[in-house]
């Protein structure tokens, strides 16, 4: 089993559609929840950050963190043809290990 | 803008030269990472730095090596490149404050 499991699409929603994206993790001792933004050819571009459970949001943005059940959510509100990207979570415990540990990525199209 | 510049941005190079690739910031920060992307397993972390000539391994180090003498640069070199390290490597940086990494634009690697 991989540390990091994310459904891996692709995934496509007419515009305006609400997406869903999903993590899921197999260590406890994550405590920091990133979702990055991957145009094609691109580096990946932090989107939302958050700290253990909860939710928070930026826009049409939420990210959501239930660590009771190892899950992660980034929603997507009002999608549009420019969100088309492939969309990554990554977590770390916040130690001076740095050990960043990515899903392998969901590729999303915004048809218009 | 994250400052990060990678270079070259893209190389074809054939079996059993050795390559280097750099990653340059402008941001003096202490972390700075390198990681590969393929398809099917996301981002895996090469090695790290953790300060001027402090690295370490990461999840697939085999056959790859690194320095860094400065704290701006950070140098991955395969010493004897194969196909199998035809891939898209990526370095990125933590900011200082929170746990996050910042990413710059890639490069493309073909080993032929």
């Known amino acids: 089993q991989k540390e990091v499991e994310q459904d891996p699409g692709p995934l496509s929603v007419p515009e305006g559609a609400i997406v869903s994206l999903n993590c899921t993790y197999s260590?406890?001792?994550?405590?920091?929840f990133m979702w990055y933004r991957q145009y094609s050819r691109k580096g990946p571009e932090l989107l939302m950050y958050?700290?253990?459970?909860g939710n928070k949001e930026d826009g049409r943005f939420t990210a959501q963190v239930d660590k009771s059940s190892k899950y992660i959510s980034l929603f997507i509100r009002d999608s549009q043809p420019s969100d088309s990207a492939t969309y990554l979570c990554?977590?770390?415990?916040?130690?001076?290990?740095?050990?960043?540990?990515f899903g392998p990525g969901t590729r999303l199209s915004v048809l218009p | 803008d994250a400052g990060i510049t990678q270079s070259p941005r893209h190389k074809v190079t054939e079996t059993g030269t050795p390559v280097t690739l750099r990653c340059h910031q402008t941001?003096?920060?202490?972390?700075m990472y390198w990681y590969r992307q393929d398809p099917g397993h996301g981002l895996r972390l090469i090695h790290y730095s953790y300060g001027v000539k402090d690295t370490d391994k990461g999840e697939v180090s085999d056959g790859y090596s690194v320095s860094r003498s400065k704290t701006e640069d950070f140098l991955l070199t395969l010493e004897s490149a194969t196909s199998s390290q035809t891939s898209v490597y990526f370095c990125a940086i933590k900011a200082p404050s929170g746990n996050t990494i910042y990413f710059g634009e890639g490069s493309w690697l073909t080993v032929v």
């Open positions: 260590n406890s001792a994550f405590q920091y």
């Open positions: 958050t700290y253990s459970s």
């Open positions: 941001e003096n920060h202490r972390y």
């Open positions: 990554a977590m770390t415990p916040g130690n001076y290990g740095q050990n960043f540990v």
